[in-house]
Structure formats: structure tokens, C-alpha cells
């Protein structure tokens, strides 16, 4: 259980500095994220589309469904274990990722792995609202087929009914986001998790129905060879890994606003291995009734329903999954961008315009362009995807190992050259040396057609050399075992959400505060 952290007195530590400091960014002064939310978290993301789809997949390769489960159980797993050590991170810390980067890139150099996950959300923001707008589209034809007419003419890519649901998806998310975390914890809560899984419990319950039971979920569609069957399962496990680093490595943003170790952990438990494995076990259920009711292997929901034919059906699976899209954008395409904006600008910028700027940047890149060009999804977000394990491994090495767990919150937030986090001019140039190759590494991995054998296995690649790479040029400053175990307890900090109004006064100059041990559970 997590002790109540005392505050010491730090007469000499530097006022925050309005560059790198507003109320967002500060360590958590509500910790309301309990372990439902989490699972809630949890639910909004992996109940997507893409998930079901990437399951049911598998299935219509060729791996045996209790192959697929046990694939999808070992990947989640490991995601689970990384989410439990960056969750460790930003409980303890009560800071976003932006600024937990710091202690690793420095106060500005922070911006670099920070940006980059930011454009890839800003694009991945987008390309999600446009999708989830097709639905819209379908919905509206369902229910008034005479706007059929607005559906075939063109402005920059999209119909006047196209352009209307699209925006639509932006301005109904746009409500959402600009109320804030506490207002995004609500809704996830008891909206965009829960609502999917009663309608793909339903398709199951339907389907089995209709196929009188006869559902074969032993045997592989295709016939493939064991060692095929192997191949396919690693590749599967991998995939499932990378999938989730985008959340792995911003996991702070969330973590942050928990009470106890014990909120995201049992959050993390019950939402990963538990409630992702099942999920999956309900697409191969349905994929697999498709076959036995429709004679074909139909993996996409949205089609399952329209196969269904009843407009009623319709209507309910459209608005399901409209709501299911707009759970896996907030939780996995919007937070994150929002504090790495503000992170730029923080006397400027705070989440909400952070967030506005992710929300305008998402229309400008018109995702719908980008989604239809298999050359820009492959090198441009391909390779920004790469990037990400060896971002991952420098955090998680410069926390556990090199520090142990020992930050200073209060050094985060300074800009004064003694600072423990100023570095070089603010920036970390061993962060900059482990994460140069081991980016170009994993990227060319990803690719170069040369290497299509072992892409899906990339991250792993990047995050074993930078990891490596970050332990062994840091190793001169690294804290000695022997300084005892990584603590648990929250860390200390005098900064807070009322420092802000303290940053335009006069500023106390003195020198970097070491690291204060908080005390174990």
C-alpha cells in the first residue's frame, strides 16, 4: 500500500520554470483514477475494430482458434508487464509522459521523443474520425436513403455527406476532449468500453443460434503446416506488442491519476489478459459463426451487421461502433498529443488547446488521403512506429536501471543550468546516441523489403539496442544497487497546480536538489 508522501522543505529548489511548467503538467493533484477506470481505459481501446479484426484474421489464415487465444494471451501479457513498469513510473511521479521524458532527454530535449509520437496520433486521430464518419455515413443513409444524391460528388476527397459526418465525428469529439481528463474518465467509464461488448456478445449469441451450435473452433481453415502455424503465432504475439507500444509509452498520462499501485495494476490485469483475450475469443466466435450462417469467413463486425439485414441491426451497430471508435481515439490518439503540445509551450499551451491543436492538425492532414495510400502508411506512420520500442526502452532503462527510481519531480520542472535535468543546453546527448542508431536499426527493419522476414519483429530490434546502447553510456551516473530496492512510495514535490500562479513573481536561484528517496510500501 502506498504511504502518504511528506513534503520536505526545499528553501534552495528553483520555482518552477513557466517554460516547462503549467497546471496540466504538474504532478496530479486528483487522483481519481481507480482500478475500473483503468479497466474502463482498457475496454476503450482494445474493443476496436482493428483488434476484432487483427484477431479474426488469424483465424482465417489458418491458426486453430485456441492457437489464436494462446498467441494473442502470451503478446498481451508482455504489453501487460510493460504497462505495470511505465505505470510504476507515472504513479510515483504524478507527471505525463512529455514530462517524465525529461529525466532521460532533458527539459527540452524532451520535446524530441515527444513530437514524434505526437504526429503519429495527430494522424492516427484523424484516420480514426474519418473512419468512424463512414458509419455515420452509412447510418444516415439507413435512415434517410434520399441524401443518397450528396454521396457522390467530390471536395478535396469527400462527398458533401462525407464532409458533413466527418465533421460531425470532429465536433462531437471535440466537446468531449476540451472537458478535460476527469470528463474523458466519465464516459469511458460507462459508455465507450461497455457499449461494444454487448453488441459483439450479441452477434455471438446470434450466430450460434443460427448455426444451431455447429461451430468448429479446433481445426484451421486453410491447413496450415505446424511450423506455418508457428511462424504465424509468433508473428502474431509480436504484432500484438506493437500494437500497444503507442499506449506503452505515454502509459504516465494515465497512471498518474491513480491512488494506489494497486488501481492500475489490477486496472492493467483485469483490461489486458483478461478482457483482451476474451474479446478475442468473441471475434473468432463470430468470424467462425459467419462461416457455419453465411458460407464465408466475414472478420470485419461492421459487415457482419449489414450481412444481418435488418435495419434495426444496423442502426444499433452503427451507433456501437461509432462510440467504440470515439473511445480508442480519446484513450489512444488524443491525451497523449494534448500534453505533448503543451509540453512545447506550457506558459502558452495546457491540455485543452494542446488537444485543439491535434484536433485542427487531424482535419488538415485530410487522413482520408492518407489512409488510401498504402505507400504513406507503410513509410511514413510505418516508420514513425518503428521508432517507438527504442523510445520505450531508453525510458524505462534511464527509471529502472541507471536511476532506480529516483527522480526529482521538482528538477524536472527547472530550466537552470545546475538543474539535475539540464544536461547539455537542456538536452541529453546520451538519449540522442541510444536512440539515432537504434531507430534507423528498427525502421530499416520495418521497410526494407530485404528484411520482410523479420519486420514484425522490428521493435524488438530497436528497443534491445537502445536499451543497451542508454545503459552503457550512462553507466557513469548511474545510482549503485546497493542504494536499496526502487521505492514505491509517491514522490515528493513542492510543485502543484498552485505553483503556477506563483511563476511570474521573483524566481529563487540556487542550486539542483539530489533526488529524494519517497518511502516504500
Known sequence: M??????????????????????????????????????????????????????????????????????????????????????????????????????????????????????????????????????????????????????????????????????????????????????????????????????????????????????????????????AQLHQSLIAVSLTVATFLTLVLNYADFARFTPDHRAYRRGNLIGLPVNFTAFAVVAVLVTAGTIAVFGEAIYDPVKVIQKIDDPVVTVIGALAFIVATIGINVVANFVSPAYDFANLAPKYLDFKRGGMITAVLAVLVMPWKLYSSALVIQYFLGALGAFLGPLVAILLVDYYLVRRGRIDVDALFSADAAGAYYYRRGYNPKAVIAFLPAAAVSAALALVPFFDAVAPFSWIFGMALSGGIYAAVSREGRVPSGAGPIPDGIIPAQVGPAAEERTDGPRIAGPAVAPVAAEGS
Open 2 to 227: 502506498t504511504t502518504s508522501p511528506q513534503h520536505p522543505q526545499h528553501p534552495q529548489h528553483p520555482e518552477p520554470d513557466p517554460r516547462l511548467f503549467n497546471a496540466d503538467l504538474a504532478p496530479a493533484a486528483k487522483r481519481t483514477w481507480g482500478t475500473y477506470s483503468i479497466f474502463a481505459l482498457w475496454m476503450s481501446d482494445t474493443h476496436a475494430i482493428s483488434n476484432y479484426a487483427f484477431a479474426a484474421s488469424l483465424f482465417v489464415l489458418g491458426l486453430p482458434a485456441w492457437e489464436v487465444f494462446l498467441s494473442l494471451l502470451v503478446g498481451i501479457t508482455i504489453v501487460h508487464r510493460l504497462m505495470n513498469r511505465m505505470g510504476h513510473a507515472g504513479h510515483r511521479t504524478g507527471v505525463p509522459y512529455p514530462v517524465l521524458a525529461r529525466a532521460s532527454w532533458g527539459v527540452y530535449g524532451a520535446n524530441i521523443p515527444a513530437l514524434l509520437r505526437a504526429v503519429m496520433a495527430v494522424a492516427w486521430y484523424g484516420i480514426q474520425t474519418w473512419l468512424a464518419s463512414t458509419a455515420v455515413v452509412l447510418l444516415t443513409l439507413q435512415i434517410a436513403p434520399g441524401l443518397e444524391a450528396y454521396d457522390h460528388n467530390s471536395v478535396l476527397g469527400l462527398s458533401t455527406l462525407g464532409w458533413t459526418a466527418f465533421m460531425v465525428m470532429w465536433g462531437m469529439q471535440a466537446v468531449l476532449l476540451t472537458r478535460g481528463m476527469e470528463f474523458i474518465r466519465k464516459v469511458q467509464d460507462f459508455a465507450t468500453g461497455p457499449v461494444v461488448w454487448l453488441v459483439v456478445l450479441a452477434l455471438a449469441v446470434y450466430l450460434v443460434v443460427k448455426a444451431h451450435g455447429e461451430i468448429s473452433l479446433t481445426r484451421s481453415l486453410t491447413g496450415l503446416s505446424g511450423s
